[in-house]
């Protein structure tokens, strides 16, 4: 076991996860060091999702350690709030599941995710960006080591993507919290990431973004060697092809 | 009032405490069959607590324990098999009549099995049901932030470190639990319906979980008092009565929030 590994807020070693007969991640390292923004990317089906509640301790592996740092505190941000129609539910109220935060928290936790003291609002009320950001907010409030986003920017247009992880990036260097996240604006994303590390049931490279996108490996490395990252960013915001995947 | 009515009125009361919350995680959570099959299971827990002569309260608490459980097992881990659990409530409806009728001497009436006998209770059912609901109801709030994340989304309880698998399994004895102090009131067919009409009624004037059950327990109360009133001035079954009281509470909320 390497010092590093040791100090890092979450490290995952030979991961395997199986549904239904399916490997859907195999083998797979990862490690979260303080501070660090860690993006995934990777095409649908790779098991993007998957990896991430792992590490949430939602997937248990079929193979493989989870290990986290003693009192580690995650922040998690899902992909999307499935609010169903007979939960009343106000964004203050939400705030403070399931802690109840201390006074005056609340309307903090939301300035520091761009939104106005919006918590007497009913959360279904929310726009897609508002929502996003009240997730953001909830997420903050618990005071994390390690934020976990899932596409945080899904439904959002690409200047609301870009400004999104600019607030991530600013946030990480306010809070020194690592950050964990998977998207799918290759591009923007990159950008704001120490080390993007690529999936697809394994793990096929990572680096800083720079040496990733520097590789001759690129097109390779994102798209298995059929489809260059630019192919798979605009498939994914342009027409819908059906490849026999489904999103992990 | 007589003494019948007034017991009846604080053990439906007394009830009221325990489906009020419990029926608020049903509708949240689409559990609306699972208390049904549950409930219908318990029929199964007479006619085997009648025929090894045990108390038929143990019988029905061990037989809704033990479905609830099999039950959650079965549903665990993706969504909710409409057919299977479908299936199951109805069979287990269907077995618990044969299993009743097959009973030597007739000793059950069927009828206050299936809707209840609530102004046939004595003094110490009115104290069970009221240390039972008491019970119920602790433990849902002891459990409530969590179950209410959980609700909303289990990975957001994970992540803060609490074990949404727990408190599922919680919230199955509480509903089992429930449905067993139940049965004597409002008997195996009506038991869903006084989990899920009060709670439905409250929906539309509540802005926040806690009030949704805090305005079903008013509501279920209402429903118990009124329901009490129709059936003796019309001398309807009192628990049908109960449940049309609660649904025209409901229709009535609707039509008011609007």
């Given at each position: 076991m390497s010092g590093l590994r040791a100090m890092s807020l979450v490290a995952l070693e030979r991961i395997v996860v199986a549904e239904g007969g399916r490997q859907i991640l195999s083998g797979v390292d990862l490690a979260i060091d303080r501070g660090e923004i860690v993006t995934i990317v990777?095409?649908?089906?790779s098991g993007k999702t998957t990896l991430l509640r792992t590490v949430l301790g939602a997937v248990r592996p079929r193979a493989g350690r989870v290990r986290q740092a003693p009192g580690l505190r995650i922040g998690y941000v899902p992909q999307r709030l499935a609010l169903d129609p007979t939960l009343p539910m106000s964004v203050g109220r939400f705030m403070a599941l399931p802690a109840r935060p201390p006074a005056g928290a609340v309307p903090a936790a939301l300035a520091e995710a761009g939104l106005p003291d919006i918590a007497d609002q009913p959360l279904a009320s929310l726009s897609a960006g508002q929502m996003q950001r009240a997730l953001l907010a909830r997420a903050?409030?618990?005071?994390?080591?390690?934020l976990v986003l899932d596409e945080p920017t899904a439904g959002l247009d690409q200047p609301g993507s870009a400004a999104f992880?600019?607030?991530i990036e600013s946030l990480r260097n306010a809070r020194g919290c690592a950050v964990l996240m998977v998207s799918h604006d290759?591009?923007?994303?990159?950008?704001?990431?120490?080390r993007v590390i690529c999936l697809n049931g394994h793990v096929c490279c990572e680096g800083t973004p720079e040496s990733v996108a520097s590789a001759p490996a690129y097109r390779a490395l994102f798209g298995e060697g059929t489809r260059g990252a630019l192919a798979l960013y605009r498939h994914e915001h342009g027409h819908s092809h059906d490849h026999g995947t489904r999103d992990g | 009032m007589d003494d019948a009515l007034i017991r009846a009125l604080l053990a439906g009361t007394g009830l009221v405490l325990a489906t009020a919350p419990l029926g608020c995680f049903v509708i949240w959570r689409r559990m609306a069959f699972f208390g049904d099959a549950t409930a219908h299971a318990a029929l199964l827990g007479v006619a085997l607590a009648l025929a090894l002569s045990l108390p038929v309260g143990l019988g029905v608490l061990a037989v809704a324990l033990v479905f609830a459980l099999l039950l959650f097992r079965l549903t665990r881990g993706g969504e909710a098999p409409d057919t299977v659990l479908g299936v199951l409530s109805h069979g287990a409806l269907a077995l618990g009549l044969m299993a009743v009728a097959l009973l030597p001497d007739a000793q059950v009436d069927l009828e206050a099995l299936l809707f209840g006998d609530i102004l046939d209770v004595g003094p110490r059912d009115v104290a069970l049901v009221w240390a039972g609901s008491a019970g119920v109801?602790?433990?849902?709030?002891?459990?409530?932030?969590?179950?209410?994340t959980a609700s909303l989304n289990p990975d957001l309880a994970r992540a803060a470190g609490l074990r949404p698998e727990r408190d599922d399994a919680v919230l199955t004895l509480l509903l089992a639990l429930t449905v067993a102090l139940s049965l004597k009131l409002v008997g195996a067919l009506l038991i869903s319906a006084l989990l899920i009409l009060p709670a439905a009624a409250a929906r539309a004037f509540a802005r926040s979980p806690e009030a949704m059950a805090v305005l079903a327990a008013?509501?279920?109360a209402v429903s118990v008092a009124a329901g009490l009133a129709l059936s003796v001035a019309l001398g309807t079954p009192a628990g049908p009565s109960i449940i049309a009281a609660a649904a025209v509470l409901y229709?009535?909320?609707?039509v008011v929030a609007r």
């Open positions: 990777g095409p649908n089906g903050l409030l618990s005071d994390p080591d390690l992880y600019r607030r290759l591009h923007v994303v990159m950008a704001a990431s120490d | 109801l602790a433990v849902a709030l002891w459990r409530w932030q969590g179950l209410v008013a509501a279920g229709a009535l909320g609707r």
